[in-house]
C-alpha cells in the first residue's frame, strides 16, 4: 500500500541507495510544493542525529558549523544562517572562520519559522540555527571551535549579467547597503564600471540580480536605477602624423612650454585602459629636462581619457616627443602637462579616429542535441566558432569569440533554447575594429554626452 511504498522510499534515500529526482521551475512556482514535500517526507530530520555526524557526545567535541547563508531581516538588521556539522552551539562557544581566522561567538540561537523567530531548543549535529551576532563571514565559511576544519563550500556561479545603478543615494548610505549585499550574497560582484565609474553589479542572471535588487530596495530602503552597462568601446588613431607643435604661453601669470610630438597606431592590446597605450621620449635633457617630459606624459594621458569621436578612452597609440624649448626661471610642469594634452588632442584631430570593440572567449556547454541551435545563436551575434569538445556524459563544449556586444541577454537565451542544461563561461580577450555599419549605433549610445565625461586620472 501507499504507507508501505513511502516507508520504503524514505530508507532507500536514508541508506544512500535510492535519490529523489523532483522535476521544479521555480520562476513559474511550479513543482516548488512537491520538491518542499519530498524534504520533508523523504529526508532526515536535524534531530534524527545521525550517527554519522556526532561523537557519543556531542558536548565533549568542538563546534564545526558551515555558514550556509546571510540575510536581512524586516528591520534591516542581519543574521546568518548556520549548520551544525559538529558538536552543540549552546555552550556559547568561541568560534573561528576557517577561511579568514576571524573570531566571533554564538551567544543566542534561534530557529526559524518563516518570518518568525524562536529560541532553538536543539542546536547540536544536523541543527539549522540563526543568529544575530555580528560574525565576519560569507556564505560557504566554515567556523570552528579549536582546530581549524572547513566543510568544502559549494563553488559560485560565475557572473555573466552586469548592469550599472544610478542613484542619488549619499555615498556612504550606498557604500553600507553594498557591503551589506556582498556579505548576503557571495556571488554577487559589485565594482565601478571601466568607462563611467559608476557602481556595477554583476550576476549569474536576471532572476540573481533580482534578488539583489530586492534586498537594496525592500530591506535596505535604497533608490535606483538599474540599466545595462555600457560597451566599453575604445577609439583609436587612424594614421600617422607628425611634427605636431603647441607652443603654450601666457601672461599674468607668465607660462611658457613648447613640445613637438608625433602619433601613430599601434595595437589595441586588451582593453584595459593602460593597455596599447605608448609613450616614447625622442629628445635629450638639454632639449627638455626629464621632469618636463614626465608632465608631457601626464597631460598625454589627460587627453587620452576622452576621443574626440564619441568621447569613448583613446587606446591603440604611440605618442613620440620630438622636441621641444622651455625657459629656465618661467616654465613649470604645470605648462607642460597643458601642452601635452593640447598636442594630443590636435594629433588625433588631423589623424582622425576609429573605433574598437572588445571580443570575448565564450566557452558554452549544452547537450548534444541541442549544439546545433547553439552554433546558430552565436554565430546570428557576430560570433566565431573555434572549436568543439566533446565533454562529459552528453555534454559538448562549443568555443567562440564574440563580441561583447553579442553576450547582451545570451545567458539567458541559452538557457532558454538548452531546457536549463547551458552553462556559460567569458572572458575579456581583446579589442578589433568595428565595423564601419555599427559605428555610427556605437556613437549614440556614447555615455558621454559633450563635456560630460568625468575628470580623468593619469593611467598610462
Known amino acids: ?132 551576532e555580528d560574525l565576519e ?81 525592500d530591506r535596505l530602503g535604497l533608490v535606483f536605477e538599474a540599466i545595462a552597462a555600457p560597451i566599453a568601446y575604445r577609439e583609436a588613431p587612424m594614421s600617422h602624423v607628425e611634427g605636431v607643435a603647441v607652443v603654450h604661453k601666457r601672461s599674468q601669470p607668465d607660462e611658457h612650454a613648447e613640445i613637438v610630438v608625433s602619433v601613430r597606431p599601434i595595437p589595441p592590446g586588451s582593453g584595459a585602459l593602460s593597455a596599447g597605450r605608448v609613450f616614447v621620449n625622442g629628445v635629450d635633457e638639454d632639449t627638455l629636462p626629464a621632469r618636463f617630459v614626465s608632465a608631457v606624459e601626464d597631460g598625454v594621458w589627460d587627453a587620452c581619457a576622452e576621443g574626440p569621436l564619441a568621447s569613448y578612452p583613446v587606446a591603440g597609440i604611440e605618442v613620440r616627443v620630438t622636441g621641444g624649448d622651455y625657459h629656465a626661471l618661467i616654465s613649470e610642469e604645470a605648462h607642460f602637462r597643458e601642452a601635452g594634452a593640447r598636442a594630443l588632442r590636435a594629433a588625433l584631430a588631423l589623424s582622425g579616429t576609429c573605433l574598437w570593440e572588445p571580443w570575448s572567449a565564450v566557452s558554452v556547454s549544452a547537450p548534444s542535441d541541442s549544439v546545433g541551435t547553439v552554433i546558430s545563436e552565436l554565430v546570428g551575434r557576430g560570433g566565431r566558432i573555434v572549436g568543439m569538445d566533446v565533454g562529459h556524459g552528453d555534454a559538448v563544449e562549443v568555443r567562440a569569440e564574440c563580441p561583447e556586444r553579442a553576450l547582451i541577454g545570451l545567458a539567458p537565451r541559452l538557457k532558454g533554447i538548452t531546457g536549463g542544461a547551458g552553462t556559460m563561461h567569458a572572458r575579456r580577450l581583446e579589442l578589433r575594429r568595428l565595423p564601419d555599419a555599427l559605428v555610427s549605433d556605437a556613437i549614440a549610445a556614447s555615455p558621454f554626452p559633450s563635456g560630460s565625461r568625468p575628470k580623468s586620472r593619469r593611467t598610462g
Open 137 to 217: 563571514g560569507r556564505p560557504g565559511d566554515t567556523w570552528c571551535e579549536g582546530e581549524a576544519e572547513t566543510v568544502p563550500p559549494v563553488a559560485p556561479p560565475e557572473p555573466v549579467v552586469s548592469v550599472v545603478l544610478r542613484s542619488a543615494e549619499p555615498e556612504a548610505r550606498m557604500a553600507a547597503g553594498l557591503e551589506l549585499l556582498r556579505r548576503v550574497d557571495g556571488a554577487i560582484v559589485v565594482g565601478r564600471d571601466e568607462l563611467t565609474g559608476q557602481i556595477t553589479l554583476r550576476g549569474a542572471g536576471e532572476t540573481h540580480l533580482g534578488r539583489a535588487f530586492a534586498v537594496l530596495r
Open 1 to 132: 500500500d501507499d504507507a508501505e511504498v513511502d516507508a520504503g522510499l524514505r530508507r532507500g534515500v536514508r541508506e544512500g541507495a535510492l535519490a529523489g529526482v523532483v522535476m521544479v521551475a521555480p520562476t513559474a512556482g511550479a513543482g516548488v510544493g512537491a520538491l518542499l514535500d519530498a524534504v520533508v517526507g523523504l529526508l532526515p530530520p536535524p534531530s534524527a542525529e545521525p550517527r554519522w555526524m556526532v561523537a557519543s557526545d556531542p558536548s565533549e567535541v568542538g563546534l564545526v558549523a558551515h555558514h550556509l547563508a546571510s540575510r536581512v531581516d524586516a528591520d534591516g538588521k542581519l543574521y546568518h544562517v548556520l549548520r551544525v556539522w559538529r558538536g552543540d552551539a549552546k555552550r556559547d562557544p568561541k568560534l573561528t572562520n576557517a577561511r579568514t581566522a576571524e573570531h566571533g561567538r554564538l551567544k543566542r540561537c534561534y530557529a526559524l519559522r518563516g518570518p518568525r523567530r524562536a529560541v532553538a531548543h536543539y542546536t547540536g549535529p544536523g541543527a539549522i540555527i540563526a543568529t544575530w
